[in-house]
């Protein structure tokens, strides 16, 4: 019943997507696309939530492939990943229902969001390699086209041009892996290529390409060249999804295939994840401290904690190949964990850019400030994601990445002296970027809703509808109790470990005081709920010494400047001066940062200019050479338009001989 009727939605979002074809009158027919999409996600969400014990479901449709058919599949792994499909699409259509009237060209963006949701939930139901790659490039074209929304701005252009093209290589990538893992049999149904025996070279080869599939649309360093582009370009109820959803979706792809299609792992398997996933997640935060656009920043972030979704990923391989379950469960519960936790808080954030970009028509914090007065709902709700996404208790995103350090702290018992060097590595890494991105979201709220209105635009902002509010507060709402009753979430998701992994953590609902233990309650536990209990009771301490012993007197005056009175909102902190020693200490390494001042001399009575310029090293020394090969070999290849037909039969005859030398050898 739960296949039937998530295949059943599928198809209603289809159909929802194609009804401004019928529905010719435009005056609310994006509302209803958006509302007709809210209750189909909610429906999925149920029928990824419906207990069907141990079995898995499956079913085959007389299309696609002769002799395959569309083959369909819902197990543990399915329901866990069209839950988070599910419940983006449906709070992200809350939020479009308030936030779709403000863009350009309503009911198109409707259209292709519904057709979005519908890719993204077929990826996770299919069951063999035809489906699943269909159903990839149709989530890929569908994204692609609301990236181009904003099609009459240049930059925008670029965007979706170069997420189509890193689209392509990432199918291309999967492709090829399901044709390894097929082999000459060319069995592409899953439950085949599952029984199917293959040598070492060909595990190691699938999972390079997987990597680079699934990777690119994820958005691991150095693939991620796309994200950062594209999000910003998008609708902000797009982004949300984009971000939250399809990468995870895409981290769905890889887990499919590594680990359940591709066999037993070997302890090697784990080195290209961990050791990716911790690039991606310094050097993405990095990116992420020096943004002054704040989808850019949010975009950039995404990365980070992909990164450390593919750092858990890699301890549960390696974990898994040296027989140690438990802590492969561990570091598997916490990558999901995290995929969950990500989700929630990285919707509320792009919900709130999107609601600044509502209110003032700016995305650049330093032209932002005091917005904390003018749209207080969003501010609180914005602080409160940040607060989660920072890895603070007693939020979600403290949790799991608290499992991911307790996985790590496991480590050591490993036999292999690469692991015992390389996990340490990764955990500095791991600590690092958590760090860094803590003072990333202090940057980023403190400049865009502290202070004092730098514009007209922040000074005349007003707050936001009560759908978009909605939206964000069920998310926070959600991101509070995952944190503070982690234990629950944790057992729903142990079933998906011991279905894959063959272990899973201790039941948590019979661990004491709602603690989480990860291993035994003896090492390590964590109370969310004892963490907000002391911080309520610290704030209200506090506020009652503070009120007991205040004379009652207040006196407002202007902000100090070293003993002058200055009005003008340019002398405040800026978040490039926040971001100015990360630069300076990381940037040039990291990312070719180069400050330009031009001081006036003595006497002079100009005004002074300073400049920064960064570059993504990534993008300079690797896709640059590529682009420019390309256009080189394309001029090259230009020339054969101009052949004659005898030079034309001539070149067809000569491919003819080498192809048949080919074959006789």
Avoid at 86 to 92: D, R
């Amino acid at each position: 019943m739960p296949l039937y009727l998530a295949l059943v939605c599928v198809g209603g979002l289809i159909g929802v997507s194609s009804l401004p074809i019928y529905k010719r009158e435009t005056a609310g027919v994006a509302e209803l696309i958006y509302r007709l999409c809210l209750g189909i996600s909610a429906l999925l969400f149920v029928a990824a939530i419906i207990p069907r014990g141990a079995n898995a479901l499956d079913l085959t449709l007389p299309l696609g492939l002769p002799w395959i058919g569309m083959r369909l599949h819902l197990d543990a792994l399915t329901a866990f990943f069209l839950a988070v499909v599910n419940l983006g699409g449906a709070t992200a259509s809350v939020y479009a229902i308030g936030y779709g009237a403000h863009v350009s060209n309503p009911v198109r963006v409707a259209a292709f969001y519904a057709a979005f949701l519908a890719g993204m939930n077929l990826v996770v139901l299919a069951a063999d390699a035809y489906t699943f790659l269909v159903a990839w490039e149709f989530m890929s074209l569908a994204s692609w086209a609301l990236v181009l929304t904003h099609h009459h701005d240049a930059e925008n252009r670029r965007a979706s041009y170069i997420y189509l093209l890193m689209a392509s290589f990432g199918a291309l990538a999967l492709l090829m892996a399901f044709g390894v893992l097929g082999g000459v049999s060319g069995a592409y149904d899953f439950a085949s290529i599952r029984e199917a025996p293959r040598d070492s070279w060909q595990t190691g080869l699938v999972l390079a390409l997987v990597l680079l599939g699934a990777g690119s649309k994820a958005g691991l360093a150095p693939l991620h060249v796309w994200l950062p582009l594209a999000h910003p370009a998008a609708p902000s109820h797009v982004s949300a999804l984009m971000s939250g959803v399809m990468t995870k979706v895409a981290i769905y792809g890889f887990i499919r295939i590594v680990f359940d299609l591709l066999g037993p792992p070997a302890f090697w398997w784990s080195i290209e994840p961990m050791t990716f996933g911790a690039i991606s997640a310094v050097i993405a935060i990095l990116f992420a401290t020096l943004q002054s656009d704040l989808k850019k920043l949010l975009a950039y972030s995404t990365i980070e904690n992909i990164g450390v979704i593919f750092i858990g990923l890699g301890l549960s391989l390696a974990f898994k190949a040296n027989g140690m379950l438990v802590p492969a469960a561990v570091a598997f519960s916490a990558a999901l964990f995290h995929i969950f936790n990500h989700s929630l808080f990285k919707s509320l954030l792009f919900f709130g850019a999107g609601a600044v970009l509502t209110a003032t028509g700016e995305r650049n914090i330093e032209r932002l400030g005091g917005l904390i007065h003018s749209m207080p709902k969003t501010a609180f709700l914005f602080l409160g994601g940040c607060f989660a996404i920072a890895a603070l208790p007693p939020l979600n995103g403290f949790v799991s990445e608290w499992l991911m350090f307790q996985a790590i702290l496991l480590s050591p018992t490993m036999p292999q002296w690469i692991l015992k060097l390389l996990v340490p590595a990764v955990g500095v890494a791991l600590a690092l970027s958590a760090a860094l991105g803590a003072s990333c979201y202090v940057r980023a709220y403190g400049v865009a809703f502290l202070g004092r209105p730098r514009s007209d635009e922040a000074r005349e902002a007003k707050e936001v509808d009560q759908w978009s509010l909605g939206a964000m507060s069920f998310l926070l709402g959600l991101s509070l109790t995952a944190g503070l009753l982690p234990g629950f979430f944790i057992d729903t998701i142990s079933p998906v470990a011991k279905a894959f992994i063959g272990g899973r953590m201790p039941a948590q609902n019979e661990v004491g005081w709602l603690s989480i233990a990860p291993v035994a309650e003896s090492r390590s536990s964590y109370n969310g709920m004892l963490v907000f209990v002391l911080i309520v009771a610290s704030a209200w301490a506090a506020r009652w010494l503070i009120y007991k012993y205040w004379s009652g007197a207040t006196r407002r005056a202007p902000a100090w400047d070293c003993g002058y009175i200055e009005p003008s909102t340019a002398t405040q902190y800026t978040g490039s001066s926040f971001a100015q020693p990360i630069r300076r200490t990381l940037g040039v390494i990291a990312f070719s940062a180069r400050e330009r001042l031009d001081m006036p001399l003595p006497g002079e009575t100009r005004a002074a200019r300073f400049s920064v310029q960064i570059q993504d090293r990534i993008f300079n020394f690797l896709y640059l050479p590529i682009t420019s090969a390309v256009a080189r070999i394309s001029n090259w290849l230009n020339a054969l338009n101009f052949l004659s037909i005898q030079e034309y039969l001539g070149l067809v005859f000569a491919a003819l001989v080498l192809l048949l030398v080919g074959v006789a050898r």
